[in-house]
C-alpha cells in the first residue's frame, strides 16, 4: 500500500526558517517530489529527490533519506507569500502511474 | 508557450446531469494525468492517458467516470449522473515523453471546480 504522512498544519514567523516532514512507505520508489498550493490554485513544482541528500535552490531546499523514508522541506527567510500548502508526492516508478500525493501541509506565515 | 489548460475553471451541475472537463496539456506533452482533490484531502490520482490510450485508470471510479485523449483536441474527463459527493477541484497535469524528460515532473493546470446541487 502507499502511505504518505505529513504535518497538517505549521505556522511560522516572517524571516524565520521553517521545516516541513514528509515520511512515506510505498510500494516503489522513483523519486519524491515537493509541490506548491496557494489556495484555489493549481500545484506549482518545488523540488525533485531522486538520491539521498540535500538539494539545494534558492530560500528552498529538499532533503532526502531512502532507507528511512524520510524527506523535508526547507524554507528560509520566508515571506508573507510563501503561504500557502506544500504538497509531498511520491513517483512510485516506471512514469506510468500518477504520483502519490500526501495531504499536504498548510503553512501559515505569521508578520 | 501556454502552460497546461483546463476549461471551465468552474462548473455548476445538479444531480444527475452529465460533467465534462476538458484538458490541453502543455505543447509537446503526449501524457495526461488526472487528479481529483476534494476539501482538506491530498490529490488523489484517477487516470493516466497518452494519445488515443488509456494507460492506467486504477484510481477512477468503475462507474459514471470515462475519460479519453483523442489523437485530435483535449482530453476528456466525463462524469455522469453527478452526485453530490463528485464536487471536488480536479486537476489536469501533462508531462513530456518518458525517457526524455528530467525526471516525471508533472505540469498541472488551474482546475476545475466542480459543485454539485
Known amino acids: 500500500g502507499q502511505n504518505i504522512d505529513q504535518p497538517t498544519e505549521m505556522t511560522a514567523t516572517e524571516g524565520a526558517i521553517v521545516q516541513i516532514n514528509c515520511t512515506y512507505q510505498?510500494?516503489?520508489?522513483?523519486?519524491l517530489f515537493w509541490y506548491q498550493q496557494h489556495a484555489g490554485e493549481a500545484p506549482t513544482f518545488l523540488s525533485y529527490?531522486?538520491?539521498?541528500g540535500l538539494e539545494e535552490k534558492g530560500r528552498f531546499s529538499s532533503f532526502l533519506s531512502r532507507s528511512k523514508g524520510y524527506s523535508y522541506l526547507l524554507l528560509k527567510e520566508l515571506q508573507m507569500k510563501d503561504s500557502a500548502s506544500y504538497l509531498c508526492?511520491?513517483?512510485?516508478?516506471?512514469?506510468?502511474?500518477?504520483?502519490?500525493f500526501g495531504k499536504g501541509t498548510h503553512l501559515i506565515i505569521q508578520p | 508557450n501556454a502552460g497546461v489548460m483546463q476549461n471551465p475553471r468552474h462548473l455548476v451541475r445538479r444531480r444527475g446531469q452529465e460533467a465534462r472537463l476538458r484538458c490541453s496539456p502543455m505543447?509537446?506533452?503526449?501524457?495526461v494525468y488526472w487528479y481529483r482533490q476534494l476539501p482538506e484531502e491530498g490529490l488523489k490520482f484517477m487516470v493516466y492517458?497518452?494519445?488515443?490510450?488509456?494507460?492506467?485508470e486504477s484510481g477512477m471510479p468503475k462507474e459514471r467516470f470515462s475519460a479519453e485523449f483523442p489523437k485530435e483536441g483535449p482530453s476528456i474527463l466525463r462524469i455522469q449522473q453527478v452526485v453530490r459527493g463528485d464536487s471536488a477541484a480536479y486537476f489536469c497535469?501533462?508531462?513530456?515523453?518518458?525517457?526524455?524528460?528530467?525526471?516525471?515532473?508533472?505540469?498541472f493546470g488551474p482546475g476545475t471546480r466542480l459543485t454539485v446541487l
Open positions: 508526492a511520491i513517483d512510485s516508478g516506471g512514469g506510468a502511474d500518477g504520483l502519490t
Open positions: 529527490n531522486v538520491l539521498d
Open positions: 510505498t510500494s516503489g520508489f522513483n523519486g
Open positions: 492517458l497518452q494519445k488515443e490510450n488509456i494507460i492506467d
Open positions: 505543447k509537446g506533452h503526449s501524457h
Open positions: 497535469a501533462s508531462s513530456p515523453v518518458i525517457g526524455l524528460a528530467y525526471n516525471n515532473e508533472q505540469f
